[in-house]
């Protein structure tokens, strides 16, 4: 184990680079592109900003192009709080993410869903 500060907001964070299939990186999905300007860590909070302002230009494109790069995502049944959903008053309310990923609108009129007409 490693002990690193994030580079974004500099709070403490142990990366385990000597098994990196065990640190907990590995437990949020592979959504950022690989760039020159991924070169150093972040912590969780952080990780997960960037993966929402990269899908918040996600969301800019077509419903179509929104589907295809969420599809690669649909088997993953692990939620994530602030990623997949949010707490409001005691509720999960799921996000754009997770319908994008789910694939089907359920007719709800749920808040978040990237099918409505």
Known sequence: MT???CSQCHAALTCNVENINACWCNQLPTILPLDDSTTSCLCKECTLAKINQFLATLYKQSLKEQLTFAKRFKSSSNLIENLDYEMQNGYMVFSRWFF??????CKNNCKNCPYKR
Do not use: D, E, M
């Open 3 to 5: 002990q690193l500060a």
């Open 100 to 105: 994008l990923k789910r694939g089907t609108c």
